[in-house]
């Protein structure tokens, strides 16, 4: 059947949302008194619990996880935090054993020692760890105190190196380590990302003054977006002693926070202004924007948490983690929005216009009872956009070309997504050559081929001692060596106490992912199983751990993850368009809109970062691979957001329908009167997203670009284009809802409340009648 009369005469009492708002109009000092209490104790109760922020060992994926897991237990993982300082002859002619090479290594030992935060230096002529060219050598020492604030503490190491590389230029003389590499991230990654997250509010800020041209009106999204995230910050601490937490989840928090934070507030301030404009007074005008706007916030915010909720499905801690965070956030940024700020409009009246800037905002409204283009009489008088007008007369009147136009430059971009290729980014991908300890884990991975990050064997028994396991570990070695998986040397440290050995395997390959990788599945594969693989003694087991296995594992657990996530966002999200709108044609339509707009986005990540193209203009580089995380975490970010727009401009074109005017008719009032809020939030966001492109990070930057291209065609092409000529092509099919699915809740009565009674329109302009089949 085809809904269209039916729903424009549906009458009934008033839907969750209008009568949250009413509420909230109505005892406006509480409604507003109670979101500041609740803020505040959310924030109290969060301080005093503390956030936990440790990782449990038992979620890291695969081998790798495993021998975390027996460290952990044995107490083995809690060692110092190691460096290594390499000394290296450039020219080739200086050799590790020389008297000139043997001072240096001197020096080098006698600075760190004197900073006083090191201990257990090891000389290279002692421990044997010279290159087979003899050209090179490591000094090994570990840092004082607590490993996990190490490298609060490495920078006066790092000065000494420097300073003996000074005194010393005719060698190299470089430092890598735990604590020195920990340094580079917290400065490259945290206080980045920190400045980021500081320059949003800002932004976002001055995109709102453009908006709306008014001082407190631009203040008021941010302030809901600000408290929302706030006092999701209180509620996350809590639920951290259950899901452990970290400062990712906090940052992708305030990413998710603000951007919904700021539309749901713009989406509900800019119709109640536009009622007022029309000359509604203050109540009608409240009570309209909370039964539209309000309705469109709660479904589109249930959306987002259903797309959210996607992250749970992977397995992963960090993941879990940040779905979790948004999930809370975007509801809590939701309930502000339908309860506390009609409160706060109510209050301010019209002073919410205060603050007015010169010349902004000044945009062309519709005259009260002027004659539409279709030749509806306007009942409101919406903000249009010139711009939007313009080209939604050329779709409108062309829709087919238009959809074929506008389908085939997006599938274009889309189709460079098929070769996409993922990959944890190594140091020197990540942070590329402007660091200088990313060239000395390239020196010495060079000299010393898999020595900084070499693959970890961590042999467990109950009898750790048993001649069978000493035996079988020798094997190992031997058989390691000789099928190629590494160049040796391989060590091994016998913790008999603790019932574990460790083996360290240097493997072929080095900081080449794929070689490494190959080196591996090499010694998992064939080598221990061939070695180990007939060992008895009771306890026995034997993962294979290090940084390139934790790498390969979370990239398998990440492609494993893929199926069920995409699969539950996309299942959900159409049932719920499918019982907020009821109608067949739009909940399927919007799952393939918000596709293709992901789609294009990794189409944009794998021609930008995979192949190079135009790399440059973002300040990046062509890396190879896109980050393994990133595909998956874009999927419900952008899913989630793309349909926060499209739940918008949907229920705007419906609510535009069940008051009279004909489906084509509502598309052009639906999309002209939403097309500047959509834009002022897509504004805003494509603008935060690129400040994290700007980061030093290879992968943010990934992150950066991917979302606000993703954001910046969604908001354009698939809104302002691909929806209007696609439901101009389907018709009254856009209504569609076959009789089997006539047991649907009805979640659509908020509308029709709200609107004021239709005109009787012209002959030519009137809904056919309804179509039953």
Not at 226 to 249: C, E, I, Q, R, Y
Not at 251 to 269: E, N, Q
Not at 699 to 709: E, P, R, Y
Not at 730 to 744: A, M
Request: hydrophobic residues 50%; charged residues 20%; proline residues 5%.
């Amino acid at each position: 059947m085809y809904e269209g009369d039916d729903v424009a005469r549906t009458h009934g009492k008033a839907g969750i949302a209008a009568a949250m708002g009413g509420w909230s109009a109505r005892h406006r000092w509480l409604a507003v008194g109670g979101w500041l209490l609740f803020v505040v104790l959310a924030l109290a109760i969060g301080s005093v619990a503390g956030r936990v922020d440790t990782t449990d060992s038992q979620e890291v994926p695969g081998e790798y996880g495993q021998a975390v897991k027996i460290l952990d237990e044995a107490g083995l993982n809690d060692g110092p935090a190691g460096e290594i300082v390499l000394v290296q002859s450039t020219g080739g002619t200086v050799k590790a054993t020389d008297p000139a090479f043997r001072t240096v290594v001197g020096g080098v030992i006698t600075a760190v020692k004197d900073t006083g935060k090191v201990t257990n230096v090891q000389s290279p002529y002692d421990i044997d760890t010279i290159s087979a060219d003899g050209r090179s050598a490591l000094v090994r020492f570990d840092m004082l105190g607590d490993p996990d604030t190490a490298s609060d503490r490495v920078e006066p190491v790092l000065a000494a190196v420097r300073g003996v590389q000074e005194q010393h230029k005719d060698l190299r003389v470089e430092e890598f380590g735990d604590a020195s590499s920990q340094k580079i991230f917290d400065d490259a990654f945290g206080s980045d990302f920190k400045r980021a997250e500081y320059s949003a509010v800002p932004v976002a800020l001055g995109i709102l003054l453009i908006a709306f041209g008014a001082l407190v009106a631009a203040l008021l999204p941010v302030a809901l977006a600000m408290t929302a995230f706030l006092a999701t910050t209180g509620l996350v601490a809590v639920v951290s002693h259950l899901m452990p937490m970290n400062d990712t989840a906090n940052s992708v928090m305030l990413l998710v926070g603000l951007a919904v934070g700021v539309d749901y507030c713009l989406f509900y301030v800019r119709r109640e202004r536009e009622e007022r404009a029309a000359g509604h007074d203050a109540q009608t005008a409240l009570r309209i924007a909370a039964a539209t706007s309000g309705r469109a916030i709660l479904v589109s915010g249930v959306t987002v948490i259903v797309a959210m909720a996607g992250m749970l499905f992977t397995g992963l801690a960090d993941f879990q983690a940040m779905g979790l965070a948004t999930m809370m956030v975007v509801a809590v940024a939701m309930f502000g929005s339908v309860t506390v700020l009609p409160a706060v409009l109510s209050l301010l009246g019209d002073r919410v216009e205060k603050g007015r800037i010169p010349f902004l905002n000044r945009r062309k409204r519709t005259p009260h009872g002027q004659q539409g283009q279709h030749g509806q009489r306007a009942q409101h008088a919406p903000v249009e956009s010139r711009f939007w007008r313009a080209v939604l007369a050329r779709v409108l009147r062309r829709p087919g070309l238009s959809a074929a136009l506008a389908g085939g430059v997006l599938i274009a971009i889309t189709i460079p997504a098929a070769g996409l290729h993922t990959a944890n980014l190594s140091l020197d991908q990540d942070l590329g050559d402007s660091f200088p300890i990313v060239r000395a884990y390239d020196h010495i991975n060079e000299a010393f081929p898999g020595g900084p990050a070499p693959a970890r064997m961590v042999v467990k028994a109950d009898d750790i001692t048993s001649p069978a396991v000493k035996k079988a570990v020798d094997a190992f070695r031997t058989e390691a060596l000789a099928k190629g998986a590494t160049k040796g040397p391989v060590e091994v440290t016998w913790h008999n106490k603790e019932n574990v050995a460790e083996v360290a395997i240097p493997l072929v390959g080095g900081s080449d992912q794929d070689r490494a990788e190959k080196s591996l599945r090499l010694l998992r594969d064939t080598v221990r199983p061939d070695t180990l693989g007939k060992v008895t003694v009771a306890g026995f087991s034997a993962p294979i751990g290090g940084d390139t296995a934790a790498s390969m594992d979370f990239n398998e657990k990440i492609s494993s993850s893929v199926p069920p996530v995409f699969a539950f966002v996309v299942v959900f999200a159409f049932l719920l368009m499918l019982m907020s709108f009821r109608s067949l044609t739009i909940a399927l339509t919007s799952i393939a809109l918000n596709l293709l707009s992901v789609g294009a986005a990794y189409g944009i990540l794998t021609v930008v970062f995979q192949h190079g193209w135009g790399a440059g203009l973002v300040g990046a580089t062509g890396v190879g691979a896109v980050e393994s995380w990133l595909p998956l975490f874009l999927f419900v970010i952008l899913f989630g957001l793309s349909m926060d727009y499209h739940v918008f401009v949907v229920s705007r074109i419906r609510e535009a329908r069940m008051r009279g005017l004909t489906t084509r008719g509502a598309i052009e009032h639906g999309i002209v009167t939403t097309a500047g809020v959509v834009t002022s939030a897509a504004v805003i966001m494509v603008a935060v997203f690129a400040i994290f492109g700007t980061l030093s990070m290879q992968s943010m930057k990934q992150m950066g670009v991917g979302l606000a291209a993703a954001v910046l065609i969604d908001a354009t092409v698939i809104r302002g284009v691909l929806l209007p000529a696609v439901m101009a092509l389907l018709g009254e099919r856009n209504w569609y809802l076959p009789k089997w699915l006539g047991w649907l809740p009805d979640m659509t009565h908020d509308e029709a409340l709200a609107a004021p009674p239709a005109p009787e329109a012209p002959e030519a302009t009137r809904p056919q009648a309804a179509v039953r089949g």
